[in-house]
């Protein structure tokens, strides 16, 4: 079991962040023989997804005060020295992500309106993490999914009523009316009215359309 800096809750040795608080735990050693022994018996290659240098620990935590501070540019430097020695850190990913997408933290990375899943830093955590970091970011990129789709059904929705008054409106029809000089029955296409002055072939006087002109 391991305590939360934060909030001081407890969770298993497995946890990437705090279930309470979101706070993410900075281990100083990889992955136990029994999660090796797991993750070979299963099929799958082991990669290391933790700290295995002592020196990345406090640049790890450097990072995520500067996430906290919103000095995005400082973090970003930051996880890039932690790359130079572990090419392979899935934490420096994660907080590269959220500084590509300027989110101080996951919780506000999960309700980001951009697309986060054509990142490079995106498919290097979903590359090098283990199945619980990478269940991880599918479920934050499954969320933004959700965001963005229900963002544009109102947009399609509001397309389609536009494009259905413009058919509307393209459909030609006719309208019957009397000449207002000589009474002659008269029918003039929607497109003829549209265009203001009408000419009576009767009496070939011209007029203006008038909703009182019209023959029921």
Known sequence: ??????CGTLSND?????????TRFLEEHFDTAESVSANQHDGRESIPNRS???AVIPLLQRISLFLEDEEYD???????????????????YIDKLLVEFRCSSVDQLQSCMSDI?????????????????????LSINDSIQKIL?????????????????????DEEYYVDLYCPFCRAELSYTNWQISE???TCPECETQFYYDERLKRE
Request: with cysteine; aromatic share 4%.
């Open 74 to 92: 400082r973090a970003d430097a930051y996880c890039e020295r932690v790359l130079d020695m572990e090419p392979m850190n899935v934490e420096a």
């Open 1 to 6: 079991m391991k305590q939360c800096r934060e």
């Open 196 to 198: 203001g002055v009408l």
């Open 52 to 54: 295995i240098n002592e």
């Open 14 to 22: 497995d946890t990437i962040f705090c279930a309470v608080c979101g």
């Open 117 to 137: 899943s054509a990142s490079k830093n995106y498919a290097k955590v979903l590359r090098f993490g283990n199945d619980q970091q990478r269940k991880m970011i």
């Open 149 to 169: 789709q229900e963002k544009d059904e109102p947009a399609e929705q509001r397309n389609a009523e536009e494009k259905r008054q413009v058919d509307e409106n």
